[in-house]
């Protein structure tokens, strides 16, 4: 039996804010950040932000994209269909106060006080890749936490073989909510060891403040081996299960995205090829490394037929 200190955020059910209050509190903060937004700022979000404190533990080798960009060209249907209107859109979001619920096969359910999360935990910055399944891709100096600390914490039970996470489904504080473009709340799942895997970030901040709404305020997740769909936005939740579960864009077409969605050149997108990439800010397109350039990861899908599973 391995013993798994409690980390120093962990936060016990019966000391997270009550259900009425929190609401209560939620509308006041909201209104509160809505008149402190300065015209130009709201635009994107980013500089009314706190600082996060962060060491960088990884490197990308490249320069990182642009914050303007970072911030202004994204994938959030929650706050419509074009990359511009998330940035335009998400100051409806109030990612303060919020609670991510985790639970489901563990021995210690817990309620995360995200407030109380980001002011405690040992944040790391780490520059990664990132590869959107539509071609673009960027290079983010995400401010993170491995995934990985977060599961010790909740000790999961022996059968618990994936991980399934829920984005908040509030169509006052989400426009987008009200097209049926996907089954909402927007879902996504890992298998167990991909979301222990050491890559696997919870992240709260990028290019050293707390996340732009638009990126997925207040906690997302990154998984840079991954096309960025799987990097889910905004959590509410994260339950581990026995069986693998439903996935927005899985459910949405199955045949166009898998539940694993690897990065691979060699297996196309039934509509378009995944052999090359554009990188946000450059002209020429570039080739798309396996696994997005992390071969670490490989030994996850031994003896796996990816094209089968992808
Ligand atoms: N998470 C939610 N809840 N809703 C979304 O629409 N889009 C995904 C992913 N996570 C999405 C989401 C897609 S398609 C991509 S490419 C990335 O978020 C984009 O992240 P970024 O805007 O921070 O670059």
């Keep these: 039996m391995v013993y798994h200190p409690r980390p120093s955020w962990w936060l016990p059910e019966r000391e997270a804010t009550p259900e009425p209050l929190y609401l209560n509190r939620r509308a006041i903060v909201g209104s509160l950040a809505l008149a402190a937004a300065v015209p130009a700022v709201a635009a994107t979000g980013v500089d009314r932000l706190a600082k996060l ?36 859109r998400a100051g409806s979001l109030r990612p ?12 210690k359910p ?10 405690r935990a040992p944040w790391e910055e780490r520059v990664y890749r990132f590869r959107c399944v ?16 977060l599961i010790q914490a909740v000790e999961p039970l022996g ?16 426009p987008g909510l009200r097209s049926p473009v996907l089954d909402w709340p927007y879902r996504e799942g890992l298998r167990i060891d991909e979301a222990m895997h050491d890559l696997t970030l919870l992240a709260a901040g ?15 997740l990154v998984v840079p081996w991954k096309y960025g769909f799987k990097s889910i936005k905004s959590i509410v939740s994260i339950d581990f299960v026995a069986t693998q579960p439903p996935t927005s864009w899985n459910v ?23 052999a090359r990439e554009r ?23 031994a003896g796996m037929d990816l094209r089968r599973f992808f």
């Design 134 to 149: 539509e071609g673009w891709s960027m290079v983010i100096p995400w401010v993170g936490v491995p995934f990985a600390s």
């Design 279 to 301: 990188r946000i800010g450059e002209f020429r397109r570039r080739p798309t490394l396996l696994f997005n350039g992390y071969p670490e990861v490989a030994g996850l899908y």
């Design 206 to 220: 990028l290019y050293g403040r707390r996340l732009p709404n638009q990126n997925g305020a207040p906690l997302r």
């Design 96 to 107: 303060s106060p919020w609670t991510v619920a985790i639970g489901g096969l563990v021995k």
């Design 53 to 88: 404190a962060h060491r960088r533990t990884r490197e990308a080798g490249e320069p990182p994209t642009p914050l303007a960009d970072v911030a202004g060209y994204n994938n959030f249907y929650e706050f419509g269909l074009d990359k511009a209107d998330p940035a335009r």
């Design 159 to 174: 059968h618990a073989r994936y991980v399934a996470f829920r984005t908040l489904g509030d169509p006052e504080q989400m």
């Design 252 to 274: 949405a077409s199955p045949r166009e995205y898998g539940f694993y969605s690897n990065v691979n050149p060699e297996v196309d997108h039934p509509r378009w090829s995944q």
């Design 110 to 119: 817990l309620i995360l006080d995200v407030d109380r999360f980001i002011a």
